[in-house]
Structure formats: C-alpha cells, structure tokens
T-cell receptor, first 107, second 118 residues
Framework: DIQMTQSPSSLSASVGDRVTITCQAS??????LNWYQQKPGKAPKLLIY???NLETGVPSRFSGSGSGTDFTFTINSLQPEDIATYYC?????????FGQGTKLEIK | EVQLVQSGAEVKKPGESLKISCKGS????????IGWVRQMPGKGLECMGI????????IYSPSFQGQVTISADKSTSTAYLQWSSLKASDTAMYYC???????????WGQGTLITVSS
C-alpha cells in the first residue's frame, strides 16, 4: 500500500493567517492526490482534486500544489469556519489511502 | 441534487450479521463508483472498497478483503456493506461516497454509526 504522511498532525493558527499542510507519498502518485475537510460530527468534504483543482463551490482561499511524492495544501487568510481536520488521499494505486489527518485549531 | 442517504445507526452484538445501505439519487447511479470508508472512533479515514454499480465490478482493500461484502442493486440505486459476523473492532462510523474517476469522492453520505458490544 502507498503510505501518505501528512504534517503537521495538528496546528494552531490565528484568523487571517496563511496555513500550509504537506503530504508526502511513499512512491510516485503523479497528480492523483485529493484534499478533504472534515468538521466534527460531519462527513468529509472534497476541497481539492488532482492535486491543484478546486472543487466547485469551494472558496478560493483553499489551494493545492505538487506532483510525484510531495504535495502542499494552503489556506490563505484562515477563517473561523475552517476549523476542521484535513486529509490528503491518493488514488493512483489501489487501495486508495489517506493521510493520518491534520487537526486545525484557532489560536 | 446529488444525494447519498445512508441507513440509520445500529447497535449489535459480537457474532451478529449486519447489512447497511447507501441510496443514491440525483444522478445516474450506474455511471459512478461507490466507495465505503471506515472511521474508527477518534481516528482517520480508511478506504474499504469500491463498487461500480453498472457491472458490479468490486475491488476490496486488502485489509478488508474477506471481512466485509460490498454489493449494489441497480434497480433501487442502493449500495450495501455487509458483515456476516461482527466483532467489537468493527465499531466505527461508515461512510459511502460517490467516486468520480473512481478515486475522487465528490459526494458523501451522512455516515452510519455501528456499535458492536456485548
């Protein structure tokens, strides 16, 4: 299985900050990387697909980049409603695997 | 509007069987993959397997092969996840999700909480 390593596991930031989360794959996954947001008690929500494509309806302060094994997810100007856990997921090879998650809190 | 509506929470005893459902609407059910995802209490997301309702092609993640059965009924636009003998370690939230390009989960069900306890 492809291992997905996210960092950090948790982070605390202030409203208006720029927040960056990284995801590293254990082997080349080309562009096949998605990012999801999960709020407490809710189902995950797709934010970014194919590493850098913003899902319809998702605010433009969210962005993604990268290819191969190293990927970055960024929130520009953190908002209070962005408090959630964020997961990367590869779908280049079955079984599709998720990172362990990054829990984002407001400072 | 695309919707995936899952069956309600269940409390079962070890050794019991269970089948939970995920009903799709608002799109062509047979044209998209449906995946099942497990989330154990306080933990992350795990892909269990995927099914293409159009031809019932099913792929299991190795960790779940032989532990669960994934199926779909085209006539009712419903996907299923079933266990023949539950264990306490099956206690978790289970989500279904629609798969675009197989691996992009763009719509999710609300989740079904399964509690297995003696």
């Amino acid at each position: 299985d492809i291992q997905m390593t996210q960092s950090p596991s948790s982070l605390s930031a202030s409203v208006g900050d720029r927040v960056t989360i990284t995801c590293q794959a254990s082997q080349d996954i080309r562009k096949y990387l998605n990012w999801y947001q999960q709020k407490p008690g809710k189902a995950p929500k797709l934010l970014i697909y194919d590493a850098s494509n913003l899902e319809t309806g998702v605010p433009s302060r969210f962005s993604g980049s990268g290819s191969g094994t190293d990927f970055t997810f960024t929130i520009n100007s953190l908002q209070p409603e962005d408090i959630a856990t964020y997961y990367c997921q590869q779908y280049d090879n079955l079984p599709y695997t998720f990172g362990q998650g990054t829990k984002l809190e407001i400072k | 509007e695309v919707q995936l509506v899952q069956s309600g929470a269940e409390v079962k005893k070890p050794g019991e069987s269970l089948k939970i459902s995920c009903k799709g609407s608002g799109y062509s059910f047979t044209s998209y993959w449906i995946g099942w995802v497990r989330q154990m209490p306080g933990k992350g997301l795990e892909c269990m397997g995927i099914i293409y309702p159009g031809d019932s092609d099913t792929i299991y993640s190795p960790s779940f092969q032989g532990q669960v059965t994934i199926s779909a009924d085209k006539s009712t636009s419903t996907a299923y996840l079933q266990w023949s003998s539950l264990k306490a370690s099956d206690t978790a939230m289970y989500y279904c999700a629609r798969g675009v390009s197989r691996g992009i989960c763009d719509y999710w069900g609300q989740g079904t909480l399964i509690t297995v306890s003696s």
